[in-house]
């Protein structure tokens, strides 16, 4: 079973993680990108940006003030066993963000969206917010995203629906306009890391869009043939526009662009735009029945999907 204490120091010691350095994929980016990066004022803030992140990263402090939305995606395993029950998981987390904003990991950011009663500790309706797989085992796997209040809704988020005589076209179409209208919102903190969620219901389709971006490996591609080819070609066509870091010029606009799908209405298709920012802040700890707990470098959020 796995004991409170334990369960508590693991879910505190991943936010702070996650807020206070990156993952090797996104490092990995960052310098890709350096290297690739020959325009002045892009190459400029793509170098001024690394070189902060790095302070950050070096003295254990924020590698960005915009601590975001508190969110948690959690892998629990179908026999796992929690002190007190499973029940009580989610009481636990809030517990723990409220502790680690007193402890300046993160900043209190959200607040009543209609009296703006703030509780001073990112804990309220609705936030943090879960989202869960159940999986074989009996372990947890408890995965943060930081998600920054630019790249969520300041910019970052688009919504449509087309129909499918749109085609693949009007798909490509959408997601190269949102962008662009994104950037022009000027908060989208670009290089971006770009999730686009095609099919379902809105729900659906922006839950899709927001885990394509925050969650999957930078680097990667989906298994099926026709998405990865959607996935290249976007990629592609954004980093041809010339917008670059921070708006301010050159080829390197977004490190990835990760396209999930789920099946669609006949009447027509949702497509979602969801942008995470160029200092996406995620980490994972996998917390075993033994008490043993496991830093995982990269989330495997859509492993079998």
Known sequence: ??????????????????????????DKAFRDALDKEHEGLGKVALETTYENVQFGVDNKLLVCSDTGWPLFFIKLGEDAKLEGGLSGLEDR??????????????RATVKHPITGYDTGNNVGANVPAFTYHIVPGSSIEVIYVSKGGGSECFGG????????ADGVEGIEKFVIESYISGCRAGKICS?????????????????L?????????????????????????????????????????????????????????????????????????????????????????????????
């Not at 708006?247 to 490190?255: A, K």
């Not at 470098?297 to 079998?304: A, I, N, S, T």
């Open 93 to 106: 987390c809030r517990k723990m963000v409220a502790k680690a904003t007193e402890d300046a990991y993160l």
């Open 191 to 207: 290089p971006s890391l770009i999730g686009v969620g095609v099919g379902g219901t809105a729900d659906i389709s922006a839950k």
């Open 209 to 305: 869009a927001k885990e394509a971006s925050s969650l999957r490996t930078i680097g990667s591609r989906h298994p099926e043939p026709e998405i990865a080819a959607l996935e290249e070609r976007l990629e592609k066509a954004i980093n041809m526009l010339g917008i670059g870091c921070f708006g301010l010029g050159g080829s390197q606009s977004v490190f990835c662009v990760n396209v999930e799908y789920a099946f669609s209405h006949i009447g027509g298709i949702a497509v979602s735009v969801g942008a995470s920012c160029c200092i996406t802040r995620r980490a994972t700890t996998v917390i075993n029945d033994d008490n043993t707990t496991e830093i995982k470098l990269v989330p495997d959020w859509f492993e079998g999907r």
């Open 157 to 164: 988020t688009r919504y449509q629906v087309l129909g499918f």
């Open 1 to 26: 079973m796995i004991t409170l204490k334990t369960f508590d120091k693991a879910v505190y010691d991943t936010i702070v993680r996650a807020t206070t350095t990156i993952a090797p994929d996104i």
